[in-house]
């Protein structure tokens, strides 16, 4: 009774606080304006109920067929504004950045507005913009001196490893871009695996698929002993701290034994010393985590490019072709390289379809508006969540007719209204809606159209991309649009083959290992040369003592011997235990290298 009479008051409380907020809202409405349309929300929940558990953008999307480019729904009394139109886009997060430059604060990550620690969702203050700059500085010395070379070295390493298991593409690009970022931003690979450990955590913590007090937003404020989001976050963010500084420390000791590789971290360093202006730049443990947060950007968005390459050749098998042609023509039998940009404007076409027909981040990362703001004579409230749909805008078919096709002929030919010339310097991702709006833009993108263009080109250079076939010769079935339900989408695996285009790129790719393998996969092979002779050194010891043995029963069988067995027995046994002669290179079931196998 007393449970009942208490869920009867606690329903009443809540109605009239809804009531109450509802009144509020609508009184906050300027003469002469309307509310946004959108679909009507259950008191309370809004419309949570409706929005499915994966690829949440096509239900957006849809939505934006119905209620039009700008719509407003609500989740849990929160409203969330979506924006699929490029032009309102501008108009709202560029041209009136003062209003709409904030971040929302992240349910399952409360202090991510104000903690310091998340340049690219922190709160719109100074210390956000101090980090901005900082970023900005870091990236152009990189950018200045072509990456240090990184994604070449990085580049030439992964297409050696996805020629000898096409199968494990999936741990290859990821090595390939989480490596490629350490190094940008420490000087080493070493960390990209732990890296690789910890973004993925972060995307789960702050992903509303990821973790469920993103949508059930009350559930943020359970305290930690019972809340395992925030245990596991917890556990991260440890973990995550200790990488940080060590990989800081480690930059220091090499700047000090005169070892250190140039790095976003060494730059910094030099930079304070040079300037001595730290109110400019920051103290050192903020520097800290602003190149972390590159890091993290880095180590997991481009690889969602480069597995939708794969599925576009796939299924467009004549771009495969062109993209060949154009390559073989300009490099000459060479692998492109990032000097061949100018001379390569399909490659470029290329990797800015990819990133059209599958956004990386397909729902955009929310702004957060500051103030009531009238827009077109809509009113968007001050504290609303501002989704820039990123799905929805490279569906426009006015700006990109026959969306669903992928066809970079759309930044080539003057036909088409994304056409833009000159063709030695555009199509660039410099300005692309993907990487967002106005002050909030992203500060990869030097970092991403290198990756890409090195990547991609690489593969059409080194492979033929093609669909397998079972042993009864039925073709294996290659997914259209399965993508993982974090704020990151990759494509779901799929099967496929890569084969080298000829025995000559066979052979440049393993003088192209050797150049571009890492100090950690020359350890690795020591490792591994090393076991292999551990192994051997046993076996002969184990051979001896086989011998010996036999010898014992040869003298033995002499003196008054059987004649049913025989030392042959033994020998069989000794041949079989030898192990493989050292030459070839292959990779071991658990996607490590065995280069000496
Ligand atoms: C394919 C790869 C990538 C895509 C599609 C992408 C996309 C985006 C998007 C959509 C945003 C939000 C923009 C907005 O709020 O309007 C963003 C922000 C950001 N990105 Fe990227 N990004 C990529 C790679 C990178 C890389 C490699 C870095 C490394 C430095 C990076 C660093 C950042 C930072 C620091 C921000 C936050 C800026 C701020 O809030 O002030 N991103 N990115």
Partial sequence: MAFLTGLIVTSWALSVLYLLKRKQYRDRIPVGAKPLPGPKGLPLIGRVHDVPPEKTWLKFHEWSKEY????????????????????????????RAVIYSDRPTIPNLPNNRTSGEYLALHGRNETWKRQRKLCQHLMAVSANDSLHDYPTMERDRFLFLLAQDPSQ????????????????????????????????????????AGALPNIVSWLGYLPRFLSPWQQKEYARHELEARMWKNNVKYVHDSINDGSADPSFVRTFIETVKKTGDKAKWGEESEATYVVGQMAIAGALTIGSPIQSFL?????????????????????????????????????????????????????????????????????????????????????????????????????????????KGPLTEYPKLA?????????????????????????????????????????????????????????????????????PRSEAIKWKLRGMWETGRGEDDIEEECRVREEKLRVRAEHMKL?????????????AASVGGSETSG???????????TPNTPGGLSVRGDGEVDIWA
């Fill in 68 to 95: 039009g480019p700008i719509y407003q729904m609500e989740m849990f009394g929160s409203v969330h504004v979506w924006i699929s139109s490029e032009k309102i886009a501008n108009d709202l997060l560029s041209r």
């Fill in 431 to 499: 300005g692309f809606s993907q990487f967002g709006f106005g002050r909030r833009t992203c500060q990869g993108v030097p970092i991403v159209e290198q990756d890409l263009f090195l990547a991609m080109g690489g593969m059409a250079w080194a492979f033929n991309i093609t669909k397998k076939f079972r042993a009864d010769g039925t073709e294996i079935p290659v997914h259209w649009n399965e993508y993982s339900p974090l704020l990151i989408a990759k494509p779901a695996p799929f099967e496929f083959d890569a084969r």
């Fill in 311 to 419: 599925l576009a050749m796939l299924h467009y098998p004549q771009w495969q072709m062109k993209l060949q042609e154009e390559i073989d023509a300009v490099c000459q039998g060479k692998c492109p390289e990032w000097s061949n940009r100018e001379q390569l404007p399909m490659l470029r076409a290329v990797v800015k379809e990819v990133i059209r027909w599958r956004p990386p981040v397909p729902t955009g990362i929310p702004h957060a508006s500051e103030k009531d703001d009238v827009y077109n004579g809509y009113f968007i409230p001050a504290g609303a969540t501002i989704h820039a749909l990123e799905w929805g805008m490279t569906r426009n078919e006015e700006i990109y007719p026959d969306a669903e096709t992928f066809n970079p002929s759309r930044w080539l030919d003057p036909s088409y209204p994304t056409y």
């Fill in 169 to 208: 593409y999936r741990e290859y690009i990821e090595q390939f871009t989480a490596r490629t970022v350490s190094r940008l931003s420490w000087g080493s690979a070493h960390p990209a695996n732990v890296l690789r450990h910890t973004t993925f955590g972060l995307l789960e913590t702050i992903s509303p």
């Fill in 543 to 555: 051979d001896r003592e086989r011998e010996v043995e036999a010898d014992k029963y040869d003298d």
């Fill in 567 to 577: 030392p042959s027995e033994g020998g069989s046994v000794s041949s079989s235990a």
